[in-house]
């Protein structure tokens, strides 16, 4: 069977993605993070499955506080579950991630919304998109995304090439989960053909927040992968296409 290829945002990616995996999805669908939400709700009430044969069942609540309640009872019931916000709506979730963190339940969480604390540690030279009336802006990878595995120890993160800054994504994750060390940092972090003191921006920070491991790959650069092993050891490995990396989340 041949592949079919299909242009998407970042939101519409991370909602197909997921649903895949999805039992349960509560929503509260006015976030800035929407599409993933409506993208969900609408592919269940057509009848699409997802990979257990199942169609999704969707729960939409009247707020994120609602939508993140459901997460925990749907959660606590063994359900595999989904929801969806961002920024300002993620604040509004943290009570019931405080309960779910609490109670030891584990989880996959996306963060479609990565704020910029940092502008130093920011990668978009050279990038551009094309308005609808032809016009090129800078590409400021709005849609940028991380993936986060909650458990009992605490974190693991896994971001793409980091346009918004790894340290950005750090910061985001752990506004969210403020109690809960990183584990491991598994990602690109776009300092490949940067100056040497983009890396010490990023370095700098690890040594106020330091993962017990990090996997850099493509877009880090070989010769800053040999940065980071010089300053921080064993922490550091070069990760590589078709690496299996195993947690404790399926044991």
Not at 146 to 158: F, I, K, N
Not at 223 to 239: E, S, V
Request: aromatic share 10%; with cysteine; hydrophobic share 40%.
């Amino acid at each position: 069977m041949s592949k079919v290829m299909k242009t998407m945002d970042g939101n519409e990616a991370a909602a197909y993605a997921s649903y895949a995996f999805t039992e349960v999805a509560g929503i509260f669908p006015i976030t800035p993070s929407s599409p993933m939400a409506e993208k969900t709700d609408d592919w269940a009430a057509n009848g699409k499955k997802n990979l257990f044969g199942q169609t999704v069942k969707v729960v939409e609540m009247q707020s994120e506080a609602g939508a993140s309640g459901t997460v925990h009872g749907s959660l606590a019931a063994g359900a595999l579950t989904t929801t969806y916000t961002a920024s300002q709506g993620l604040l509004l979730m943290i009570p019931n991630m405080y309960k779910i963190s609490g109670e030891l339940l584990p989880g996959v969480f996306l963060f479609p919304s990565i704020d910029i604390i940092d502008h130093e540690d920011t990668h978009f030279e050279r990038f551009r998109v094309q308005k609808e009336d032809g016009c090129h802006i800078p590409d400021t990878f709005l849609d940028e995304l991380a993936v986060v595995l909650v458990e009992p120890d605490g974190l693991s993160v896994l971001s793409a090439c980091s346009h918004r800054g790894i340290t950005n994504i750090l910061r985001t994750v752990r506004a969210a989960f403020p109690e809960s060390p990183c584990n491991l940092l598994l990602g690109g972090f776009h300092i490949h053909n940067a100056e040497e003191r983009k890396y010490q921006i990023i370095a700098d920070y690890l040594k106020e927040y330091l993962p017990h491991q990090i996997g850099v790959c493509h877009c880090t650069g070989v010769d800053k992968y040999a940065f980071f092993y010089k300053d921080f050891g064993d922490r550091i490995f070069y990760n590589y296409t078709g690496k299996v990396i195993q947690t404790d989340l399926l044991e």
